[in-house]
């Protein structure tokens, strides 16, 4: 009977130790699994605000550049902001700084709001160079008027609609339903 008493409390013995040690491992295991959850929470909070403020950034630089091209292009020159020279001057500003803000953030976007923005761009682009081309340097003509009215209605309908798809974009990116 010594014997298997023995053998049990050897065997006993060691079971209890694998038990410990796997009780141990397995708490050891979670700790640094909570560890490394809160760790990619806390990037991904980080991650998310710099998200919010570029999408709010970039927002307001291409809203600026928007706003500047509509005041250069404003056929009766009522606006007050200086001669059409020096709001073609700010049109250019405006353009460089919502770029050069855009594309040290962009990474921060959806891909939606990406091709969104790049199509604000390219057609914010095409009016100012349009009328730069096609009215400005023209001489004075009906057809002139009609090209201005055009490109006018483009800056305040096409552009408006997609500011408006941006808008929806970015509300949903930051969770916003509303």
Known sequence: MDIWVAILIAFGGNAALLAMLG??????????????????????SRFSDKQADAIAGTYAFARK????????????????????????????????????YYEQNQIYLSKKSVQLIDQINSESKNAFNKYLYQVKNAEN??????????????????????????????????????
Do not use: M
């Not at 500011?163 to 509303?178: A, H, P």
């Open 23 to 44: 009780f141990a491992g397995k708490s050891l295991i979670n700790q640094w699994l909570n560890k490394s959850l809160v760790e990619h929470q806390i990037k991904l």
């Open 141 to 178: 003509i009906p057809e002139t008027a009609k090209e201005w009215l055009d490109i006018e209605g483009c800056v305040k309908n096409e552009l408006e609609q997609l500011f408006t798809e941006l808008e929806k974009e970015f509300r949903e990116i930051v969770g916003n339903k509303s």
């Open 65 to 100: 550049f928007n706003s500047r091209l509509k005041e250069y292009l404003e056929i009766p020159d009522v606006t007050g902001g200086g001669s059409r020279n020096a709001r073609e001057l700010e049109v250019i500003k405006s353009h460089k700084e919502f770029l050069d």
